[in-house]
T-cell receptor, first 113, second 113 residues
Framework: DGGITQSPKYLFRKEGQNVTLSCEQN?????MYWYRQDPGQGLRLIYYSQIVNDFQKGDIAEGYSVSREKKESFPLTVTSAQKNPTAFYLC????????????FGQGTRLTVV | QKEVEQDPGPLSVPEGAIVSLNCTYSNSAFQYFMWYRQYSRKGPELLMY????GNKEDGRFTAQVDKSSKYISLFIRDSQPSDSATYLCAMTYASGGSYIPTFGRGTSLIVHP
């Protein structure tokens, strides 16, 4: 089955700790995205990547970092510089250009303890 | 003003009602329009995708786009309790070869038996 897999489903972070959220897709999509979802605020774009070894900041990139070493993988690191990391994180992918609907993973719920 | 405006609700309707969900947008460059359904603590699921102005129907769902008014709608006929979810509108446009989905805040729909 083709799809997007996010792991873990739940993640707990201590103050001052970096954590990495995994996102893997087997849809052969070039573009991948990370969104953050907070209650009542919809989806806000953190980073996106259109091709391997290239990525761009979204609207709320501060305190986050990404890499895109493989087409299938787009991990997100939440660094200690992110002051309010508790949120629901969603990874998505799409083809490049033209028909560009995005398909989502099931999300990772990150909580600071 | 956000680029995409969507009333967060909640919208509560009886089973069997026709539901109307709406979004307005300010950027006339938006070309592609999508509706997603998101159940609690899950990733959004693509429901409808439209490109041009007019209507598109899929089963109980109809997506409507009015580019002249910068207004899109999703109609759900014969609503069921299983339709209770948050509905997100999204739209994209071409910017340097990239199509980045921009989302509304989502409308919470409750269909009661």
């Amino acid at each position: 089955d083709g799809g997007i897999t996010q792991s873990p489903k739940y993640l707990f972070r201590k103050e001052g700790q970096n954590v990495t959220l995994s996102c893997e897709q087997n849809l052969n999509h070039d573009a991948m995205y990370w969104y953050r979802q907070d209650p009542g605020q919809g989806l806000r774009l953190i980073y996106y990547s259109q091709i391997v070894n290239d990525f761009q900041k979204g609207d709320i990139a501060e305190g986050y970092s990404v890499s895109r070493e493989k087409k299938e993988s787009f991990p997100l690191t939440v660094t200690s510089a992110q002051k309010n990391p508790t949120a629901f994180y969603l990874c998505a992918s799409s083809i490049r250009g033209g028909r560009a609907e995005a398909f989502f993973g099931q999300g990772t719920r990150l909580t600071v303890v | 003003q956000k680029e995409v405006e969507q009333d967060p609700g909640p919208l509560s309707v009886p089973e069997g009602a026709i539901v109307s969900l709406n979004c307005t947008y300010s950027n006339s460059a938006f070309q592609y329009f999508m509706w997603y359904r998101q159940y609690s603590r899950k990733g959004p699921e693509l429901l409808m995708y439209t490109y041009s102005s007019g209507n598109k129907e899929d089963g109980r769902f109809t997506a409507q786009v009015d580019k002249s008014s910068k207004y899109i709608s999703l109609f759900i006929r014969d609503s069921q309790p299983s339709d209770s979810a948050t509905y997100l509108c999204a739209m994209t446009y071409a910017s340097g070869g990239s199509y980045i989905p921009t989302f509304g805040r989502g409308t919470s729909l409750i269909v009661h038996p």
